[in-house]
């Protein structure tokens, strides 16, 4: 593991591993430098290619990459296998399973059963968010809301991004 990614500090089960990563430590160049692992941004797509083949060498098993479109749709380990699953959480039940999201002004929302036997990941944009993707991943976890964990990763905040209206809005109704 790479001394600079963010290990969670959360009360998770001793069978959970998370990490999520920065972008030191990879392959691409100009905008993109060092370790992006988008393959939908104009970067070289063999630089991303090597970037996640780094991420993979360091877990259980490669992830399965969404197409993440800033909705509310989970899917589980299996259905994310498909590079074109458009969904924004993933969630596994199986041992070793890698649920993997990608951020950079979004945040990373990672859940857990105090159990250690499910465990999801979801991409939480403004729009997803306003969509309903964290109670969506809840339910989607089957499991009482006081029986899981979930630790908030990076993302971007109130210095560096302003609320427009249309934020706003999309929050004054409550969920979709």
Known sequence: ??????????????????????????????????????????????????????????????????????????????EAAASSCEADAVLAWEPEAVCAVMTADCLPVLFCRRQGDRVAAAHAGWRGLAAGVLPATVSALDSPPGELLAWLGPAIGPARYEVGREVAEAFSGGYA
């Not at 969670?8 to 691409?28: E, F, N, V, Y």
């Not at 993109?32 to 070289?44: A, P, Q, T, W």
């Not at 509310?72 to 299996?78: I, M």
Request: glycine residues 10%.
């Open 1 to 78: 593991m790479r001394p600079d990614w963010i290990v969670p500090d959360w009360p998770a089960p001793a069978g959970i591993r998370a990490i999520s990563t920065t972008r030191s430590g990879g392959h691409s160049r100009g905008p993109y430098r060092s370790l992006n692992l988008g393959d939908r941004c104009g970067d070289d797509p063999r630089a991303v290619q090597r970037n996640r083949e780094r991420l993979a060498s360091a877990l259980p098993e490669a992830p399965n990459w969404l197409k993440q479109v800033h909705g509310k749709r989970v899917v589980r380990h299996g």
